[in-house]
């Protein structure tokens, strides 16, 4: 494996986390993911679901309408396909664009629709891991290792990251998280929270969407015993979500209001911040790259101002 100081450096401090695009046709999302490239951010994290495009046919797509920006899983469910195939999947990947893909894999939640799931999801992780560094590839290896990183939101998960990747993805945390995160990590580790945005200065609207994504989170119930064993009550979970639990978790505002908050988790200890715009139901790409595109001076990212 590489080490998770160099993925840092590569990907900086910036990138953006985006769902939307397993829900588009291609010519729109890769479109998009050359837009955000243009902006300077420097990566871009692709879930899986089952309802939407496989990850890695996916990633392939962006990766292949790009010309710099890393790509990474964001994360490939465990769930979906056994660690060999997602082991060739990898290799294939590093090598047709070095040092341009990130390997993201995690429990995610256990997929009742695929008829797998396992009620001890680290274990399940662990035993996958074994299985991805035993596999057999006879394909020719990417020159630059492909870096991994596990989702983890719970302190077991965090040591399995840091002792079996290169890092962790965090979703759906504030910066407090960001902070014990670190500390359990060390220094080594990249650390590459999530945090979802809306860039709307009108206090109601803002929370509206907001509190919609919220809500759906905590239809889980992993996030909900996340969000307890971070201090938050019962009051705070109920309706979709109190105004202190959104605003904790959800930055919204002027740029500079959200571009304060992804500062947090870098003071935090975080190396890169994944930015996550939130819309209202149905309105497409065009607000998502519009907040990117907003957001990008407040960052102070590299190529930030150009338009795509």
């Known amino acids: 494996m590489s080490s998770g100081r160099d ?28 837009a955000i490239e243009a902006l300077g951010y420097g990566a871009l994290w692709v879930g899986e679901s089952p309802a939407h495009k496989e990850v890695f046919t996916h990633t392939a797509l962006l990766l292949g309408a790009t010309a710099r920006i890393t790509v990474a899983t964001g994360i490939a469910t465990i769930w979906a396909r056994d660690a060999i195939a997602a082991g060739a999947a990898a290799h294939t990947l590093g090598e047709a664009f070095p040092g341009r893909f990130v390997l993201g894999l995690g429990a995610s939640h256990a997929e009742a629709g695929r008829g797998r799931g396992h009620d001890r999801p680290r274990t399940a992780l662990r035993e996958y891991l074994d299985t991805l560094d035993a596999a057999p590839y006879r394909g020719p290896r990417p020159d630059l290792p492909v870096p ?3 989702a983890a939101l719970r302190p077991r998960m965090q040591e399995l990251a840091r002792d079996r990747a290169e890092g962790m993805h965090s979703f759906f945390v504030p910066p407090s998280h960001t902070a014990t995160a670190r500390e359990r990590l060390g220094p080594g ?48 979970l109920d309706g979709g979500g109190s105004d202190r639990l959104v605003d904790a978790l959800i930055a919204w505002g002027g740029a500079d209001t959200v ?13 890169h911040v994944a930015i996550h715009p939130l819309t209202a139901p149905g309105e497409g790409l065009a607000p998502v790259l519009g907040q990117l595109r907003d957001l990008a001076p407040a960052l102070s990212l590299p190529h930030g101002g150009t338009t795509p």
């Open 7 to 34: 993925l840092a450096n590569r990907i900086g401090p910036a990138g953006v986390w985006l769902s939307v695009l397993g829900e588009v046709p291609a010519a729109l999302g890769t479109s998009a993911a050359a």
């Open 148 to 150: 991994r990183v596990l």
């Open 189 to 236: 580790p990249l650390l590459a929270p999530e945090q979802a945005v809306v860039v709307d200065r009108d206090a109601g609207r803002a929370r509206t969407i907001a509190r919609a994504h919220v809500a759906t989170r905590l239809a889980l119930r992993n996030y909900v015993n996340h969000l307890r064993a971070l201090g938050f009550t019962d009051d705070d």
């Open 259 to 271: 571009a304060a908050r992804v500062r947090e988790h870098l003071d935090a200890g975080a190396d």
